[in-house]
T-cell receptor, first 114, second 113 residues
Framework: KQEVTQIPAALSVPEGENLVLNCSFT??????LQWFRQDPGKGLTSLLL?????REQTSGRLNASLDKSSGRSTLYIAASQPGDSATYLC?????????????FGTGTRLQVTL | DGGITQSPKYLFRKEGQNVTLSCEQN?????MYWYRQDPGQGLRLIYY???????QKGDIAEGYSVSREKKESFPLTVTSAQKNPTAFYLC????????????FGPGTRLTVL
């Protein structure tokens, strides 16, 4: 059974700092991996999607990498801002048959302070 | 604007009642999903649907039911058989079951009184 772990569970950094969020998964037979942002009481906003054949994806100040063989992904946030404060979730889509199933981590709660 | 809408935003239910959560999308996506989110846990899949008039159970389908009569709509009914229904419910959709990622609605918070 696929398990997704995110470390750390919570993180507080001063504004302007670069930071890395970690995601690990137990079964490397994934189809893709997706990073989401969730603000309190809100739905999920997709940030980056990495296909299993890709090594990284970039969007603005965000860069996500994928090392499928070791079961790891990182989300790098450059020059953090208070508006980046949110919970960040990673989810993997398994490469099994026709069923589409995302397995989610429990998230990293990020706070960027002034 | 294209997107996914969920209603209501907040829902209160008395024990023993069935309630239905609405999910509508105008993205022309074929696949739709329902997830449940509890504090300290990752999202868990309740049901998903690949096409109209077809749906499959997810990991925690007991106590829930769905229908998919229209491509745009995928309502979720929380029945009285669901032992602990208080949670945040999220609906999502995707173009197909694979490939591009899933897009989420704003969620419905259900509280059982």
């Amino acid at each position: 059974k696929q398990e997704v772990t995110q470390i750390p569970a919570a993180l507080s950094v001063p504004e302007g700092e670069n930071l890395v969020l970690n995601c690990s998964f137990t079964d490397s037979a994934i189809y893709n991996l997706q990073w989401f942002r969730q603000d309190p009481g809100k739905g999920l906003t997709s940030l980056l999607l990495i296909q299993s054949s890709q090594r990284e994806q970039t969007s603005g100040r965000l860069n996500a990498s994928l090392d499928k063989s070791s079961g790891r992904s990182t989300l790098y946030i450059a020059a953090s801002q208070p508006g980046d404060s949110a919970t960040y979730l990673c989810a993997v889509r398994e490469n099994t048959g026709t069923a589409s199933k995302l397995t989610f981590g429990t998230g990293t709660r990020l706070q960027v302070t002034l | 604007d294209g997107g996914i809408t969920q209603s209501p935003k907040y829902l209160f239910r008395k024990e023993g009642q069935n309630v239905t959560l609405s999910c509508e999308q105008n993205l022309n996506h074929d696949a739709m999903y329902w997830y449940r989110q509890d504090p300290g846990q990752g999202l868990r899949l309740i049901y998903y649907s690949q096409i109209v008039n077809d749906f499959q159970k997810g990991d925690i389908a007991e106590g829930y039911s769905v229908s998919r009569e229209k491509k745009e709509s995928f309502p979720l009914t929380v029945t009285s058989a669901q032992k602990n229904p208080t949670a945040f419910y999220l609906c999502a959709s995707s173009i197909g079951l694979r490939g591009l990622g899933q897009y989420f609605g704003p969620g419905t918070r259900l509280t059982v009184l």
